[in-house]
């Protein structure tokens, strides 16, 4: 058949109505990262870094799971501060992989994400394997952050593993609900942390699903909080007595270092230029190579 001008349009309209939402989304999700990364890292990596960015779900799973994993790629394609490979295989977490890494990120992962989805479909014998399993890969997980490495989180990490309160504790939140998804004002804790200096001092507003977080996790004795929300934006409360409702936070684990912030349900925040600064600072603390007082914001104030 002789192809005609006719043809190769025909062939091309075809092609493009083959291309998926989710493919089409991450055309424009590629394009709207791209202009929005930094241009350099904030400092330069002490060594080659590498960040597992580990997004698996079994619970509610948010359709901005593949912009997050590939706005931590670009980001850290682009400044050089690490290279980010994406899993959602939990045998990543045994030691001889873990080790390879110097970061883990919890990237809108929820539940009990190193077990399987149908435990109880399975035999007694596979079940007691599948929890031994979950026992040991947890283990390797808390050593390896209180052993000298980062953690971090983004959004749903603190909806993750409820049957394990030293994860909860590591993170620094457990959820108990999302009052808000609307635009919000941020308060910036303290300007003059190094963590926050992509917003130059200034308060914001941004758009995102906002949690709150369990009595018995959240505190500001154990973390040094960089972002709150402002009250005064929004219309609910919330249902914490002490009306504290935190949006990023560092804490000390060990040897480790854990960055956490509640962005991250709507895609437009994995392609906000500031917001995008932010976070690549927080994944250097928590890779060690940015220095930053992570001493419990009640402490430090006394």
């Known amino acids: 058949m002789r192809i005609t001008i006719a043809h190769t349009v025909l062939f091309a ?27 350099r890292a904030g400092v330069e990596p002490k060594n080659p870094r590498r960040l597992l960015v580990f997004s698996k779900t079994n619970g509610f799973r948010h359709d901005s799971i593949s912009s997050g994993v590939m706005s931590l790629q670009m980001l ?18 045994e030691k001889e992989s873990l080790v390879t890494f110097d ?59 409820y049957q394990w309160a030293d994860y909860s ?16 004002g941020v308060k910036i804790e303290e300007p003059s942390h190094p963590l926050v200096a992509a917003f130059e001092g200034k308060p914001f507003k941004v758009v995102d699903e906002i949690y709150q977080f369990k009595k018995g996790f959240y505190s500001r004795d154990r973390l040094r909080v960089l972002l709150s929300l402002d009250l005064s934006s929004v219309k609910n409360e ?7 409702y935190a949006l990023a936070w560092i804490r000390n684990v060990g040897k480790g270092r854990t960055f956490y912030t509640v962005f991250g349900h709507r895609d437009q925040i ?29 402490k430090s104030e006394k």
């Open 169 to 184: 504790l590591m993170m620094g939140g457990l959820f108990s609900g999302h009052p808000w998804h609307e635009e919000i």
């Open 76 to 93: 850290g394609e682009k400044t050089g501060a690490f290279t980010a490979v994406h899993s959602e295989d939990a045998g990543i977490f």
């Open 103 to 161: 970061a883990v990120c919890m990237l809108n992962t929820t539940r009990e994400v190193f077990l399987p989805r149908n435990m109880e479909e399975m035999s007694e014998g596979d079940r007691k394997k599948a929890i031994e399993t979950d026992e040991r890969l947890k283990a390797n997980f808390k050593s390896f952050v209180e052993g000298g490495k980062g953690l971090i989180g983004f959004h749903a990490a603190t909806d993750t593993f």
């Open 238 to 244: 919330g249902g914490r007595d002490d009306r504290d």
């Open 13 to 39: 309209f075809l092609a493009t109505r083959a291309v998926d939402a989710e493919g089409y989304n991450k055309i424009k999700a590629r394009k709207y990262i791209s202009e929005a990364l930094p241009d």
């Open 270 to 298: 994995f392609w906000n230029p500031v917001l995008l600064k932010f976070f690549l600072d927080g994944i250097q603390f928590a890779m060690g190579d940015i220095e930053a007082d992570a001493t419990p914001s009640k």
